[in-house]
């Protein structure tokens, strides 16, 4: 049974960079594409980008200036670096795996529980 | 961006009762919309894709329809274990170029809270 764990800091400072990582077991990372969504507190889900297997990086356009992904095959994990971090970057951060259907319908269909960041000083 | 909203924002049912959460799109997205099942603490869950698919496992109570703008969650006899956050997403945007440089946003609705009534 696939499972993903997320892990990261906990808390960081403004201005200071965020670096997340997503354990993956059960299965390898490829052939999937991996995502990341994040959940300020109070309110809803905000996409932050996905990653494919191969390393080829879409993020959301308003988080592309200050966002890297990364897939480490071997040691089946992936990772999220958020630099430049404010108050409004803090939430629940979750990874999941996507898929296609036939090549087309996208859906993530593996979750990870989340990992809670605050930013703060 | 595409830009998705639900009604209602929550909801407050009993077991056995049929509940239908609405989701739409301010742009025709055809069927690239997921739903999906939130609970604070545990991993979420991927319900319905491609509008109307039942994704593996999930149960038969949830059914899924729609197309273009307009999208249904339906769920029939509830039961305690679907008093949750539902959510959908659209799918449409991007195109999976793999180009890079390439951008993605892939936009939720802000979520339905079905609770105990």
């Known amino acids: 049974q696939v499972q993903l764990q997320e892990s990261g800091p906990g808390l960081v400072k403004p201005s200071e960079t965020l670096s997340l990582t997503c354990s993956v077991s059960?299965?390898?990372?490829?052939?999937?594409?991996w995502t990341w969504v994040r959940q300020p507190p109070g309110k809803g889900l905000e996409w932050i980008g996905y990653?494919?297997?191969?390393?080829?990086?879409s993020p959301n356009p308003s988080l592309k200036s200050r966002v890297t992904m990364s897939v480490d095959r071997y040691n089946h994990q992936v990772s999220l670096t958020l630099r430049s971090v404010t108050a409004a970057d803090t939430g629940v951060y979750f990874c999941?795996?996507?898929?296609?259907?036939?090549?087309?319908?996208?859906?993530?269909?593996?979750w990870g529980k989340g990992t809670t960041v605050t930013v703060s000083s | 961006d595409i830009q998705m909203t639900q009604s209602p924002p929550s909801l407050s049912a009993s077991l056995g009762d049929r509940v239908a959460i609405t989701c739409r799109a301010s742009q025709a997205i055809a069927t690239f919309l997921n739903w999906y099942q939130f609970k604070p603490g545990r991993a979420p869950k991927l319900l319905i894709y491609a509008a109307s698919n039942l994704h593996g496992g999930v149960p038969s109570r949830f059914r899924g329809s729609g197309s273009g703008t307009e999208f249904t969650l339906t769920i029939t006899n509830l039961q305690p274990d679907d008093f949750a956050t539902y959510y959908c997403q659209q799918t449409y945007n991007p195109p999976f170029t793999f180009a890079p440089g390439t951008t993605s946003a892939l936009t939720f609705g802000p979520g339905t809270k079905v609770d105990f009534k």
């Open positions: 059960g299965d390898s990372v490829n052939p999937y594409y």
């Open positions: 990653i494919y297997y191969s390393g080829t990086a």
């Open positions: 999941a795996r996507g898929d296609r259907v036939n090549f087309s319908h996208f859906y993530m269909d593996v």
